[in-house]
């Protein structure tokens, strides 16, 4: 599996939850909230309500970005340049520290693993970047420099496959 299909599937699990959640699991809260009466001051009725209207948004928001997704080609990202999928090994020229990331979409974020979002400003920072750029990034932290020692495409990836 790749890139893109970890993120549809995981994308694909949460809106069959979120389905299960709004025609099975909302109806029948609702409905034992009825029967218990006066609706006005029934806090399960009304949250019901509310987890019903934010299931609904939910639900057309992973389907935007499941059909966004889906129109990702991973041939037209670029061969020789940082983007979506590459793995990177920089050295921070202010303390001469090696560390080593991989650029991915959001839903894939994960700092422990080295696992930075291309949507993050730090992301941003190092897209269409190559071996031997120096880069500068703004941190909360402040303005780190880096060089970009080794470069590993998307592409590298799918070969090795």
Known sequence: MDLIDDVK???QEDIKK????LRVILPD???KAVELGDLT???????????????KIRLGNL?????DISMINISTLPHDEIGLGSEITLLN????????????MSEQTDPAK?????????GQAFLGKEEGDEV??????????????????????KKES
């Open 136 to 157: 500068e990034v703004k941190t909360p932290q402040g303005i780190k420099n880096f060089e970009v020692l080794k470069l590993k495409t998307v592409h590298d990836f």
């Open 63 to 67: 389907s935007r970005r499941l059909s």
């Open 114 to 122: 080295g696992y930075i979002s291309v949507q993050s400003p730090v």
């Open 93 to 104: 020229l202010d303390t001469d520290e090696e560390k080593t990331f991989r650029l991915v």
């Open 41 to 55: 001051e029934n806090a399960d009725y009304q949250y019901a309500l509310q987890r019903q209207e934010f299931v």
């Open 29 to 31: 809260m609702i409905k």
């Open 9 to 11: 599937k995981t994308i």
């Open 18 to 21: 979120l389905q299960h959640e």
